[in-house]
């Protein structure tokens, strides 16, 4: 049994993470949330209080940190007396995190595959770059490290383990994210600028034939018929969860696609040809160095800004092929959420949301012991059928389409 939580970060995922864990304090314990800008974490403690979100009276505290010196994180882990961290702070700050975890003995969970602020689009499998190097340690430290363990990575990855489960052969996995939401916005990102723009300015790979197949960015496009959203035209797009099921899933095809509607590719495109979403540094003609991405990131809206006007649904989830009783069969198994729903709960818009509550639902199956697995996993190493039942409670409700119709998930 685990105790006192630790997050790491104060972001639009960050406020969603700190309601849901306030929700369930009676479970969790003491929290404590701390970024580099301690008034950050202040703030969102507040909308906590705002909305009467603490389930029973306790401790919520706001730190200071940062989060890329490893050894203060590990001294505020000790100071807190947290024995589960958070972590949805930037991607770059993974693996600082993750070492105070093993140095702390303190379970870890993540919602995004470490990158290095200098390299973009490394060779895969991605998670064998940084993560996977320190599998060994997680597991002689007694450690629990659940990795992507957002929505996309995290809830798909379950889904591919509960697919797994009902057919006798999987020859497919596409996982599909469509954004049929509107934040009313001239041009936005839904999440971190710097983050969201490095992850299309690479080479697009994807798990096909029994090895990596590069694309270009915006170069395969597909129409999707899905619930609620309807038809969709969604783009092959290079992906965290990708890395791992496509270890897990050798012999059958793994991709991602994401929606993506025209404005934002036009705008996108001219951002890349201007040379604006470089990461390395050029100088000013006054002499003045700056990073290219860095300037687009302060001048465009903070995600976290959107959520008042967002309107409309998410749909995401996997479509799963393969074979059952020797005929070929399909699943589609998914989860729609709603963006002012999202807003009117946690003050977080639906992208936020569904990246939000997973890490709060792993978090309370650490603390009762059913997933305190004391060694590094990827999300489809575990048994779904806990997680997703509780899911389901927690605001993200999954859904199952097949030869027998569309209907609640749970087990």
């Known amino acids: 049994m685990k105790r006192n939580v630790l997050i790491i970060g104060a972001g639009g995922v960050a406020q969603v993470v700190a309601h849901k864990c306030a929700q369930h304090n009676d479970r969790l314990g003491d929290l404590h949330i701390a970024s580099r800008t301690r008034a950050k974490c ?99 430290a007694g450690v629990t490290a659940i990795l992507g363990i957002g929505f996309d990575p995290g809830v798909v990855n379950a889904y591919a383990r509960v697919a797994e489960g009902m057919l006798d052969k999987i020859t497919s996995i596409d996982i599909v994210d469509i954004n049929a939401g509107s934040h009313g916005k001239w041009f936005a990102t839904n999440f971190d600028p710097e983050i969201n723009f490095r992850e299309f300015t690479g080479t697009v790979y994807s798990w096909q034939n029994g090895g990596w197949q ?32 496509s270890a897990r899933y050798k012999d059958a095809d793994v991709r991602f696609w994401m929606g993506f509607g025209d404005h934002y590719i036009n705008v996108f495109t001219v951002l890349k040809n201007l040379g604006l979403l470089s990461e390395q540094p050029v100088k000013t003609a006054e002499g003045q160095e700056v990073i290219p991405l860095k300037v687009v990131k302060a001048v465009l809206p903070d995600p976290a800004s959107l959520a008042p006007n967002y309107i409309g649904k998410t749909c995401i989830g996997d479509v799963v092929k393969g074979v059952k009783d020797g005929q070929p069969a399909e699943v589609f198994i998914y989860n729609v959420a709603d963006h002012k729903e999202a807003f009117e709960e946690v003050g977080s818009q639906g992208i936020s949301y569904t990246a939000g509550v997973p890490p709060v639902t792993a978090a309370l199956l650490i603390a009762d012991g059913t997933w305190d697995v004391g060694t590094m996993v990827n999300v489809e190493e575990l048994d779904p059928k806990p997680f997703i039942n509780l899911l389901n409670t927690m605001g993200l409700p999954s859904r199952i389409k097949d030869a027998q119709g569309d209907r609640p998930l749970d087990f």
């Open 214 to 245: 590069t694309n270009k960015m915006f170069e395969v496009g597909q129409t999707w018929d899905l619930p609620v959203v309807g038809e969709q035209k969604a783009y092959l797009t290079g992906h965290d969860e990708v890395h791992s099921l």
């Open 42 to 140: 202040e703030a969102i403690i507040a909308s906590v209080h705002e909305k009467n979100a603490m389930k029973v009276p306790g401790t919520f505290a706001a730190h200071a940190v940062d989060a890329m010196d490893s050894a203060a994180v590990a001294a505020l882990i000790r100071e807190t007396g947290a024995q589960i961290v958070i972590n949805v702070g930037s991607a770059f700050v993974n693996m600082t995190v993750l070492e105070a975890c093993i140095e702390t003995g303190a379970a870890y969970l993540d919602t995004a595959i470490h990158e290095d602020p200098e390299k973009i689009c490394e060779t895969p499998p991605w998670y064998g770059n940084y993560e996977w190097q320190r599998r060994d340690r997680c597991k002689a």
